[in-house]
């Protein structure tokens, strides 16, 4: 992966190697060129990235998105179809997606995030994230354009019962988990920008987009994607909300007397990500990604998807392979459901959590959609 200065450059490459690939297209007849180029470029954009940091920084989804969103405007420019991201190439970046934030601990409290770095895996003091919170976002004009509600009150009846849910059905080897949401909650695990971007790839070949529609779909996806971690994480250094590992060992202390404590609970891959709960990332991300795709290929068809191995706990353990490796999915948004719900399975998140992910994807999706890349008028 590039620096940060040498990006800019990147782009320009891509750009006009893009634009090389359409220049005999855009004569008397119209633009006939396929998806292949952009689907090579996403596969070996992200493959670079994953095998840098698996993802770890926002460093390669913003990488690929500067590069789709070139990708688009250069053939656009060539044969205008759809509205161009940028208007002037000399638009400012200094985006503070490399920001670094401190994260001040709070004194342990009902609902405020505690650490917990032997089941994260981490060093004490480790907080992932806080930066990401005060990066750019790509297409939303701010961070908390859409801010999520509060979670709900620790000593209210709602929380009671997102806590019994997972502390019962989602500690590891429940017997009131089923063996298909067990499948799931491990199954989902791999982050959005891959899974959707490999689902992009195979939509695009196999439902022969063009150039322009593909340089779009890349453009838009990565975008909202990117544009979801953002906004979430905005919204979880905002709320500090407790993962349910720290709720059902300390549930003594949470002045809710429907809430049992135990001890010795642990979740269904034994591990816990270490930054706040309130919303999922996870279900943010997918949601943002699955509204773009429902736009481009239509909701209403069945969708499969295909994982073939997911990290067995943290991210830098080892791998596991999935049996079955794929799932399937009656449209776009109920995959987006599901992937949310996963980490409820997966007995990282309450269910308040993945649902307030999932609306915080969609919104973010749809302001994308509503506002960026358009058919040309």
């Keep these: 992966m590039h620096a940060p200065d040498e990006e800019g450059a990147l782009t320009v490459a891509l750009a006009t190697l893009t634009g090389s690939c359409v220049a005999g297209t855009a004569g008397s007849g119209p633009p006939t060129a396929g998806s292949e180029v952009v689907v090579a ?8 990235a994953e095998a840098e940091d698996r993802f770890l920084t926002l460093k390669g989804l913003r990488t690929a998105t500067m590069m789709h969103l070139a990708m688009h405007d250069a053939v656009n420019a060539v044969a205008p179809r759809f509205e161009p991201f940028l208007e002037s190439p000399a638009a400012p970046r200094g ?25 994260s895996g981490t060093p004490e003091g480790f907080v992932f994230g806080a930066g990401w919170a005060r990066a750019r976002p790509f297409l939303v004009d701010r961070a908390d354009r859409f801010r999520s509600p509060p979670p709900p009150p620790v000593n209210g009846p709602d929380y009671a019962r997102a806590f019994a849910e ?14 298909d949401q067990t499948h799931l909650a491990m199954w989902w695990k ?17 439902e022969g987009l063009d150039l322009w529609q593909a340089a779009r779909l890349f453009a838009l996806l990565d975008a909202a994607v990117y544009d979801g971690y953002v906004a979430v994480f905005a919204d979880k250094f905002r709320y500090d909300h407790w993962r349910p590992y720290t709720a059902i060992r300390w549930a003594a202390h949470d002045g809710n007397p429907a809430t049992d404590e135990d001890p010795t609970w642990d979740n269904t891959h034994r591990h816990t990500y270490p930054f706040p709960s309130y919303p999922s990332a996870h279900g943010t991300a997918c949601a943002a990604a699955m509204t773009v795709l429902a736009e481009v290929f239509g909701d209403d068809r069945p969708v499969t998807m295909t994982t073939p191995e997911v990290d067995a706990a943290g991210p830098l353990l080892e791998k596991v392979p999935m049996d079955p490796p794929t799932r399937s999915f009656p449209s776009f948004s109920a995959a987006a459901e599901e992937c949310a719900l996963s980490r409820v399975y997966l007995g990282i998140h309450f269910r308040y959590d993945s649902v307030a992910g999932n609306r915080l994807g969609r919104q973010i999706g749809r302001y994308a959609l509503e506002g960026y890349l358009r058919p040309a008028g």
Excluded: C, I
């Excluded at 470029?41 to 670079?48: F, K, M, Q, R, S």
């Excluded at 490399?98 to 405020?112: F, Q, R």
């Design 41 to 48: 470029w996403n596969d070996l954009v992200l493959a670079v």
């Design 95 to 119: 985006d503070g997606w490399d920001t670094e934030a401190e994260y001040e601990w709070h004194p342990m409290a009902p609902g405020v995030y505690a650490e917990f770095s032997a089941h």
């Design 166 to 179: 997972v502390k019962e059905v989602d500690r590891f080897a429940s017997t009131s988990r089923t063996d």
């Design 190 to 206: 791999e982050f959005v920008e891959k899974s959707h971007n490999r689902l992009a790839r195979e939509l695009a070949v196999a």
